[in-house]
């Protein structure tokens, strides 16, 4: 971003004049505010785990204590957690067995860092000519006393914020093998997380919103429940060359969040905080809850014969709270075939440890919605009746009781191999993903007050594959080398929308391209002071201007060609968001009691709006911008228009490769 004396200069050209006098004089003084400087630290962690195990024929036990201190990069960013763990395994008879895993953790989130780049009053785009402190050294309130709209970046480290939660976590099973029944296994599976957070805030006079309501303070507390339990049986039987896993599961999940906010306004001094808020002048509640219940139920049979062919069929039904009252369940069923070729009597070979082909297909879903997206719901407005309260309502969303799953479709073939007493294995897969009634967000006539409305109302479809590699190089006595890779490629494109092959162009949706694309008027150069634009889209275009290609053949009434741009005609799509191909490598060296693991990873295919040159500095230049190459008659770029603001009129986005 720009320093003073190079704000001064890209103001002055764009707004000649325009420099107030606080700008004026910290120029002429030589005072610049680098207030990313100022809002930043080398941020430094300490991780400390201490840990004991052991075991015996009827006990297995796993205890640990860790500690973690995080000071970020931006100040007053500071993160510490407390955690205690304990595992047990017990064999309480030789029939029955019981587990748990149970972890607590107090994190402490407390104070508030600067703000940064999303907001106005944000680090990166902050005057660099305004005043971050006074003449006693304390931070100022409206660092530009001309602009007090604009509060100082490093406020926020005058907030008295506490920020803590509490969690915890316990996973526990019961495991009853019958002796009388042999094979057959009883597994009840429970969990359990539980979080509250309380997060209390006092804006005090030093800062601008408290300067301007004489102190805001903020209680908010949440807490959230998930309870799982799920009922596995499972019957082993093996006779001869067969053998034959059978099993079936009941599962039961329970998701509840509650929240209570609460605002005061007016305080009679700083020496209260949120604690006192009984005493603000004013206050406002809000109060939220959700509740979401998942029930599923699952058969499977595993089925292998001598080791060399397996099959495995799977049905599952699930049901979810979230989707209309009379679509809320979902069966799915899968099969998956495997071959061990190199188990066949036929198959020699003094180097192939192992090689497999695998064949399935299956159907899964997938709940992809709020809580309450299937009702209607109404929200509060209410409003002055002379000098009383009433309460209304007005509505934000529409019921759908239609809502239901989103399902896929997957076929899978893949191959196994394994060489050299398995020093090198590597394994294919090959894919293609149907996915139909795609939940998503469709835009509708405003006239009902809302815009839009979730429905199943598309299809996709994901082709790829899924490649991997792994060896051990080196092997030898107190050292070792291993080396694995893998490489995916995904495409995914719509297949339709709303039944029909019809795009929707307000939600970026096409028929026949990815899910997420870029899409808007295409950068076709600057206009230069040697050409003529007045046969052109853009007739009262200037030298240094963003020339958009005119790629729509639009037609006058006559039926003639015109020369327009047109938003509904001129605008394409630019690029993915998701990438085609995503990449890995890793290397793990081990000699003796030291290792060293280094890991490479990428992915390719994405094109990104670099929203750097989507300038907005605002009116009279009130914003820091990022330091461009702007075109000027003796700088005639083909890349960035020159430094005004009408010089981008339509908006063009700069799409390049992420």
């Known amino acids: 971003v720009y320093d003073g004396p190079g704000f001064a200069a890209f103001k002055e050209e764009r707004e000649p004049g325009e420099l107030t006098d606080t700008e004026l004089d910290n120029l002429a003084a030589g005072k610049s505010t680098d207030w990313l400087d100022l809002a930043t630290r080398t941020g430094v962690r300490q991780d400390y785990l201490l840990s004991v195990s052991g075991s015996s024929d009827a006990v297995n036990y796993y205890t640990s204590a860790g500690y973690q201190n995080i000071q970020g990069v931006a100040k007053n960013d500071d993160f510490t957690r407390a955690t205690l763990r304990v595992n047990l395994g017990l064999k309480i008879t030789d029939d029955l067995k019981f587990g748990t895993a149970t972890q607590l953790s107090f994190i402490d989130r407390s104070g508030r860092s600067p703000s940064f780049g999303g907001e106005d009053n944000g680090a990166y785009f902050l005057n660099p000519l305004a005043n971050p402190c006074d003449e006693n050294g304390e931070l100022t309130i409206f660092p530009w006393p001309e602009e007090v709209f604009y509060s100082n970046a490093l406020s926020n480290t005058l907030v008295l914020n506490d920020d803590t939660n509490n969690k915890i976590f316990s996973n526990n099973f019961l495991e009853y093998s019958p002796a009388f029944i042999p094979g057959l296994t009883l597994k009840i599976n429970t969990g359990v997380e539980m979080e509250n957070r309380d997060i209390g805030d006092y804006y005090n006079r030093k800062t601008n919103p408290g300067f301007k309501s004489n102190g805001i303070a903020?209680?908010?507390n949440s807490s959230s429940k998930n309870y799982l339990i799920e009922n596995l049986l499972t019957y082993r039987r093996s006779f001869g060359k067969h053998s034959l896993v059978l099993t079936?599961?009941?599962?039961?999940?329970?998701?509840i969040t509650e929240s209570n906010d609460v605002e005061g306004v007016g305080f009679p001094n700083d020496l209260l905080n949120y604690r006192q808020m009984n005493l603000a002048l004013g206050t406002s509640f809000n109060t939220g809850y959700t509740q979401t219940s998942l029930i599923s139920q699952m058969a499977r049979v595993n089925y292998s014969f001598a080791d060399k062919y397996l099959l495995t069929l799977t049905v599952r039904r699930d049901g979810f709270s979230g989707f209309g009252e009379n679509s809320r369940y979902g069966t799915f069923p899968s099969a998956a075939f495997s071959w061990?070729?190199?188990?066949?009597?036929?198959f020699s070979s003094a180097i192939v440890d192992n090689?497999?082909?695998?064949?399935?297909?299956?159907?899964?879903?997938?709940?992809?919605?709020?809580p309450y997206d299937n009702l209607s719901r109404l929200t509060d407005r209410s409003y002055l009746s002379g000098n009383q309260t009433a309460p209304g309502f007005i509505p934000i969303q529409l019921a759908n009781n239609e809502l239901s799953w989103e399902s896929t479709l997957t076929q899978n073939l893949g191959i196994d191999l394994s060489m050299w007493n398995y020093r090198l294995s590597a394994s294919l897969d090959v894919y293609q993903a149907l996915t139909s009634d795609l939940l998503l967000d469709r835009l509708i006539p405003s006239v009902h007050g809302i815009t839009k409305i979730t429905q199943n109302i598309g299809e996709t479809k994901n082709v790829g594959f899924d490649f991997s590699l792994s060896g051990m190089p080196v092997m030898k006595k107190g050292f070792s080398w291993r080396v694995s890779g893998n490489l995916s490629y995904n495409k995914n494109e719509i297949v339709s929308l709303f039944g029909k092959d019809q795009d929707d162009i307000g939600n970026r949706l096409f028929i026949g391209q990815p899910i997420r694309v870029n899409y808007g008027y295409q950068f076709d150069g600057i206009w230069q002071e040697n050409e003529d634009p007045s046969n052109s889209a853009q007739p009262d275009a200037l030298p240094g201007d963003i020339k958009v290609l005119d790629i729509a053949n639009v037609l006058d009434a006559n039926g003639n060609p015109m020369k327009t741009i047109s938003a509904n005609e001129d605008r394409v799509i630019q690029g993915q968001l998701d990438p085609s191909f995503i990449f890995g490598l890793e290397n793990t060296l081990n000699y003796k009691k030291l290792s060293l693991y280094v890991f490479v990873q990428g992915v390719s295919g994405v094109t990104r709006r670099n929203t750097i040159y989507d300038e907005n500095v605002f009116g009279g230049v009130q914003r820091n911008w990022f330091v461009l190459d702007y075109w000027r008659p003796d700088n005639p770029i083909n890349t960035n228009h020159r430094n005004n603001q009408d010089a981008n009129l339509y908006g063009v986005g700069i799409y390049e490769s992420a």
């Open 218 to 220: 903020r209680l908010y």
């Open 355 to 370: 090689l497999k082909l695998r064949l399935s297909v299956g159907k899964n879903g997938n709940q992809a919605v709020g």
């Open 248 to 255: 079936a599961l009941y599962s039961s999940q329970k998701d």
């Open 340 to 346: 061990r070729i190199s188990e066949e009597d036929f």
